[in-house]
């Protein structure tokens, strides 16, 4: 039986030790890396061409938003309520800025004040989680179909991502990670909603949007560096690392973790840690902008629609 003292300790462990700790040595690892690599991070550079870089950010823009469509779709099952998504989605964007704050709760929390009038804020948390779930899910059918595409042939590939997409929907349909969330987190998920609107169909083809455009936006970026398949394969590694970035709270943005994270796992795939380090670099960036575009967009149509009314 956990204590109040032993749950304060964990909660210090976990914010004031474990997160300062692996974010310090993920720093130096990503520094060591990329100094021993600084010649092939120019090379890389040099070869790159920049043009495929504004077609890359018009995708990653894309898909980006479709995932605040994502994310006001599962608060409609979540809270059980009919969500204005003219309302919703610009808070999710301008959310995501605030994240960027150390300390990745504060974009959640940024939402629940913002959403206060419309839903409860426990719907507001369990969305975010349902959310992440759904994204770990689809981050690793993404991660199997790269894999079988590189390691096997396009049919195979095509066929495992059927399977594991038809599972997916599955999941979504018979409300699978909603039932798990209630029971991993009772006390943000308590309830079930008045009522239960399904908009699995709805959730399914915006994931298949976001995640189509935002390996376009990959593909674009390496066009005429690296094969279909390395471009693939890269675009889920960077996926796996921004999951992993979520472990350090203090990091804003999973800044320095999820490019270590990505220059380690390329590296296991016989990628060139020069190579990765300016790719995590130009990614960071790319998203980063994406973000900021996002949110600057949704604030000119927030002022303006206060304006109408």
């Given at each position: 039986?956990n204590?109040?003292?032993?749950?304060?300790?964990?909660r210090w462990?976990?914010?004031?030790?474990?997160s300062p700790?692996?974010?310090?040595?993920?720093?130096?690892?990503?520094?060591?890396?990329?100094?021993?690599?600084?010649?092939?991070?120019?090379?890389?550079?040099?070869?790159?061409?920049?043009?495929?870089?504004?077609?890359?950010?018009?995708?990653?823009?894309?898909?980006?938003?479709?995932a605040?469509?994502?994310?006001?779709?599962?608060?409609t099952?979540?809270?059980?309520?009919?969500v204005?998504?003219?309302?919703?989605?610009?808070?999710?964007?301008?959310?995501?800025?605030?994240?960027?704050?150390?300390?990745?709760?504060?974009?959640?929390?940024?939402?629940?004040?913002?959403?206060a009038s419309?839903?409860?804020?426990?719907?507001?948390?369990?969305?975010?989680?349902?959310q992440?779930?759904?994204?770990i899910?689809?981050?690793v059918?993404?991660?199997?179909?790269a894999?079988?595409?590189?390691?096997?042939?396009?049919?195979?590939?095509?066929?495992?991502?059927?399977?594991?997409?038809?599972?997916?929907y599955?999941s979504?349909?018979?409300k699978?990670?909603?039932?798990?969330?209630?029971?991993?987190?009772?006390?943000?998920?308590r309830?079930?909603?008045?009522?239960h609107?399904?908009?699995?169909?709805e959730i399914f083809?915006?994931?298949?949007?976001?995640?189509?455009m935002y390996?376009?936006s990959?593909?674009?970026?390496?066009?005429?560096?690296?094969?279909?398949?390395?471009?693939?394969?890269?675009?889920?590694?960077?996926?796996?690392?921004?999951?992993?970035?979520?472990?350090?709270?203090v990091?804003?943005g999973?800044?320095?973790?999820r490019e270590?994270?990505?220059?380690?796992?390329?590296?296991?795939?016989?990628?060139?840690p020069?190579?990765?380090?300016?790719?995590?670099?130009?990614?960071r960036l790319?998203?980063?902008?994406?973000?900021?575009?996002?949110?600057?967009l949704?604030?000119?149509?927030?002022?303006?629609?206060?304006?109408d009314?």
């Amino acid at each position: 039986m956990n204590t109040p003292g032993a749950d304060t300790g964990r909660r210090w462990f976990d914010g004031r030790l474990f997160s300062p700790v692996l974010l310090v040595v993920a720093l130096f690892w990503l520094g060591k890396l990329t100094w021993e690599n600084l010649d092939q991070l120019a090379a890389t550079a040099g070869e790159f061409s920049y043009a495929n870089f504004l077609g890359a950010f018009v995708l990653a823009t894309a898909s980006l938003f479709t995932a605040s469509v994502t994310h006001c779709l599962i608060l409609t099952e979540t809270s059980g309520r009919a969500v204005s998504l003219s309302f919703c989605i610009p808070c999710y964007l301008l959310s995501q800025i605030v994240r960027y704050i150390p300390g990745k709760i504060w974009g959640i929390l940024y939402q629940t004040r913002q959403l206060a009038s419309h839903v409860d804020s426990r719907e507001v948390w369990a969305a975010n989680i349902v959310q992440f779930a759904v994204g770990i899910a689809a981050s690793v059918i993404a991660f199997l179909w790269a894999v079988s595409l590189v390691l096997i042939d396009t049919r195979m590939a095509i066929a495992t991502l059927a399977l594991l997409a038809g599972v997916l929907y599955l999941s979504l349909q018979r409300k699978w990670f909603h039932h798990a969330v209630r029971r991993l987190t009772p006390k943000v998920f308590r309830t079930a909603p008045p009522h239960h609107p399904d908009r699995s169909a709805e959730i399914f083809l915006s994931l298949l949007i976001e995640w189509a455009m935002y390996l376009l936006s990959w593909m674009i970026l390496l066009h005429g560096t690296h094969s279909l398949e390395d471009a693939t394969l890269l675009s889920i590694l960077y996926v796996a690392s921004w999951i992993l970035g979520f472990a350090v709270t203090v990091a804003p943005g999973g800044l320095g973790i999820r490019e270590s994270a990505f220059l380690s796992l390329g590296a296991t795939f016989g990628f060139n840690p020069g190579t990765l380090a300016f790719y995590a670099l130009l990614a960071r960036l790319l998203f980063t902008l994406a973000d900021l575009v996002n949110a600057a967009l949704s604030y000119a149509f927030t002022k303006a629609h206060q304006g109408d009314t």
